[in-house]
C-alpha cells in the first residue's frame, strides 16, 4: 500500500498563478483533510472531506478549493496565490470510525513569490 | 482561539532520561487525544492515542497521561533516545463536530547523546 500520496513535493509559484495539489490515498478512507504548517502555528485545517461529493470549511479556508468526485482522491485548488500562502500543504486520511488516527502524506513545500 | 495549546516550543533532554511533553486544550467536548511526530522534510507520523474514557495509555517507551479535570495530556518518553529528536503534535477531536482532528503548534524534542 502506497497510503497516501502527496504531489508535487516542491512547487514555486507567481503571486496570482493557480495550482492544484493533488492527494491520493489506497486506504478506502471516507475522511480526508487539507493542512498547512507555518513556524508557530502547528497543522492548521483547511478543508476536509467526510465522503465523497462532501467537503466543508476547516480554520483557514480562504484561498483555497477542494472537491471530493471519488473516495480516493482529493484535490487542493489554490485560485490566485499570494504569498500568504506559502506553507507546507499536509494530506492526511483517516477512516471514518470512532478514535481512529489520520494518515499523512510527505508534503509539498509551496512558495510563493 | 487555540484549542489545543503546546506551550513548550522546545525541549532538551540527555539520553536515557525521561522526556514529557505536555498539552493543554480547552474544548470539553474532546473525546480523543493523539500525539504524532514528525521528522523534517516528512508528514507526520502517528504515535500514540488515548481515548477520553481513560487516564492512561502505553505503548513500549510512549506513555500518554489524561487528566480530563483539568483538560491536560502529557507524552512521557522512557528512556529518551537520539532518534526521538523531532518536532511532537499533540491532536484532539470530538466525534460531535465532524470528528475533525485539531492540533497544537508542536513542540521540538531534542535528545542529545
Known amino acids: 500500500n502506497a497510503g497516501v500520496t502527496q504531489t508535487p513535493k516542491f512547487q514555486v509559484l507567481k503571486t496570482g498563478q493557480s495550482m492544484t495539489l493533488q492527494c491520493a490515498q489506497d486506504m478506502n478512507h471516507e475522511y480526508m483533510s487539507w493542512y498547512r504548517q507555518d513556524p508557530g502555528m502547528g497543522l492548521r485545517l483547511i478543508h476536509y472531506?467526510?465522503?465523497?461529493?462532501?467537503?466543508d470549511q476547516g480554520e483557514v479556508p480562504n484561498g483555497y478549493n477542494v472537491s471530493r468526485s471519488t473516495t480516493e482522491d482529493f484535490p487542493l485548488r489554490l485560485l490566485s496565490a499570494a504569498p500568504s500562502q506559502t506553507s507546507v500543504y499536509f494530506c492526511?486520511?483517516?477512516?471514518?470510525?470512532?478514535?481512529?488516527?489520520?494518515?499523512f502524506g510527505q508534503g509539498t513545500r509551496l512558495t510563493v513569490v | 482561539d487555540q484549542q489545543v495549546k503546546q506551550n513548550s516550543p522546545s525541549l532538551s533532554v540527555q539520553e536515557g532520561r525521561i522526556s514529557i511533553l505536555n498539552c493543554d486544550y480547552t474544548?470539553?467536548?474532546?473525546?480523543?487525544f493523539l500525539w504524532y511526530k514528525k521528522y523534517p522534510a516528512e508528514g507526520p507520523t502517528f504515535l500514540i492515542s488515548?481515548?477520553?474514557?481513560?487516564d492512561k495509555n502505553e505503548d513500549g517507551r510512549f506513555t500518554v497521561f489524561l487528566n480530563k479535570s483539568a483538560k491536560h495530556l502529557s507524552l512521557h518518553i522512557v528512556p529518551s533516545q537520539p532518534g526521538d529528536s523531532a518536532v511532537y503534535f499533540c491532536a484532539a477531536s470530538a466525534l460531535v463536530g465532524g470528528n475533525k482532528l485539531v492540533f497544537g503548534a508542536g513542540t521540538i524534542l531534542r535528545v542529545k547523546s
Open positions: 474544548n470539553s467536548m474532546f473525546d480523543y
Open positions: 488515548i481515548s477520553s474514557i481513560k
Open positions: 472531506s467526510v465522503g465523497a461529493g462532501i467537503t
Open positions: 492526511a486520511s483517516r477512516s471514518g470510525g470512532v478514535n481512529t488516527e489520520a494518515f
